[in-house]
């Protein structure tokens, strides 16, 4: 497997819209399994494929994982979308795109996702609290939208300009 570069912001390319996979070949299995290996790597619960630069509509998500019990439980899905969503909660966010920030961001409390898994096959998902999150989070990013564009215009300034000084900064 191959470690995947993740972009941050503010780079262009997490605002692009990804376009839906045709069908669950061996090389979206492939992204997919380096996606994974990527979000492992980057301590994540999850990656959307326009995080790695790659516009297509693909993600990774383990939840699980981060209960630090080392186990491994990814949930792949090709063009997710949700179906239903219902209630209202508050969750504190953070984002591999948007390194060392966090925000508060209303979300669906519990949504029924629909997609296709690593074989091609339709899958309907039911999820509640951080799951419902994070497949949120992640459906967002297919659609060139992070958590930041959730909050205030003077927060996300404030986290950008953070940002753009660090990438300068490394440069």
Not at 20 to 48: F, K, S, W
Not at 69 to 86: M, T, V, Y
Request: proline share 4%.
């Amino acid at each position: 497997m191959t470690r995947l570069t993740i972009l941050t912001a503010p780079d262009s390319r997490l605002k692009r819209k990804a376009l839906p996979v045709p069908a669950v070949t061996d090389a979206v299995r492939r992204l997919m399994e380096n996606m994974a290996e990527t979000m492992y790597y980057a301590q994540g619960i999850g990656l959307a494929a326009t995080q790695v630069g790659v516009t297509q509509r693909v993600i990774v998500v383990d939840v699980e994982y981060a209960k630090k019990d080392g186990k491994r439980s990814p949930i792949f899905l090709a063009n997710p979308e949700i179906i239903r969503q219902d209630g209202e909660i508050v969750w504190n966010e953070g984002c591999l795109s948007v390194p060392e920030h966090t925000s508060d961001v209303t979300r669906s409390a519990q949504i029924q996702v629909k997609g296709l898994n690593q074989h091609g096959q339709e899958v309907i998902i039911d999820a509640d609290d951080v799951l419902a999150v994070c497949f949120q989070h992640e459906i967002d990013h297919l659609d060139g939208i992070l958590f930041i564009d959730h909050i205030s215009r003077l927060k996300r300034s404030i986290i950008l300009q953070k940002l753009k000084k660090k990438k300068q900064n490394e440069e």
